[in-house]
């Protein structure tokens, strides 16, 4: 296989989640933008895996796993960032979250 | 380039782009359906649509990542990502009572996001095609790639890393506890 294949395509998707980051609104939308991109990188380093045939240390495999896990996490405590933000202001939309401090009336909902 | 590629054992040499072969061919259409779901991920007009369709564009990638010879990876993703990393994302939008609005999705600098979007695809596929327009993986060589050799790469040579990703999942997993409760 041709390595300009897999390199074309994750090219053009790690534009689409870029563009996707930028333009979303919704902080949902725009963490999965951020996943896009991480595939993107995810399918550059298992061509190269395959490309430079690292059989001893699979590096590009091992890194893809590894961005994977870390992608996790980072989801994970995004969503947990995006629930608590929502939580102080009703609000997910990443243009109307201008303040550090919590909202007026403090929730107290718990 | 050419700095690389003397790390490389002889390849034989690679045959023309005008007859790609069954694997190319499941490739390009592969990453056709990515790309196609990626690009609806990204402009859907309901964030459930999009977890949904994140999920094709993840699947079709598992099935990229076979076509490479990399099993372990392309089954870590379907395990991950389409089990656990949508599953996160659907809850949240669902929490966060998702807005169906085809307006509040979007943000008004979109043409510029466009902008940016198109730049970077072209600048990137101008660089790799000046770089590896002859690069050739011969896939049919590929030995030793298998879930077997992923498992022995991880464990001889990355341990303590691996180590070290299992102590960052733990912290995330108390991190997300913390940031969610509403006591603390």
């Given at each position: 296989m041709h390595l300009l294949y897999p390199l074309v395509v994750s090219a053009l998707l790690f534009a689409l989640g870029l563009y996707g980051v930028l333009a979303r609104r919704n902080s949902v939308c725009v963490l999965m933008a951020v996943e896009l991109m991480l595939n993107a990188v995810n399918l550059d380093f298992v061509a190269f895996d395959a490309w430079l045939?690292?059989?001893?240390?699979?590096a590009g495999q091992v890194f893809a796993l590894f961005v994977i896990t870390i992608a996790a996490a980072e989801v994970g405590l995004g969503l947990a960032i995006v629930l608590a933000v929502f939580r102080d202001t009703q609000s997910v939309a990443l243009d109307q979250a201008r303040s550090l401090r919590d909202a007026d009336p403090p929730s107290v909902d718990a | 380039m050419t700095s690389v590629?003397?790390?490389?054992p002889p390849q034989p040499p690679a045959p023309s782009a005008?007859?790609?072969s069954a694997a190319e061919i499941v490739f390009v259409l592969l990453g056709l359906v990515a790309l196609g779901s990626g690009a609806l991920v990204v402009t859907a007009r309901v964030v459930v649509h999009a977890g949904l369709w994140l999920v094709v564009t993840l699947g079709s990638l598992a099935g990229c990542f076979l076509l490479l010879t990399a099993e372990f990876v392309a089954w870590v993703q379907v395990l991950i990502?389409?089990?656990a990393v949508v599953v996160l994302l659907l809850f949240a939008a669902m929490l966060t009572r998702?807005?169906?609005?085809?307006?509040?999705?979007?943000?008004?600098n979109r043409p510029i996001a466009a902008g940016v979007g198109v730049l970077t695809a072209v600048t990137l596929i101008t660089l790799l095609v000046q770089a590896f327009r002859s690069a050739y993986i011969p896939l049919s060589h590929?030995?030793?790639?298998?879930t077997a050799a992923t498992g022995t790469a991880v464990f001889r040579g990355y341990v303590l890393p691996f180590e070290v990703v299992s102590v960052l999942l733990l912290a995330a997993l108390i991190g997300a506890v913390v940031l969610t409760r509403r006591d603390v």
């Open positions: 045939r690292d059989e001893i240390f699979h | 590629l003397f790390l490389l005008l007859h790609p990502y389409v089990g998702a807005p169906t609005g085809p307006t509040e999705l979007n943000s008004a590929a030995v030793g790639s298998g």
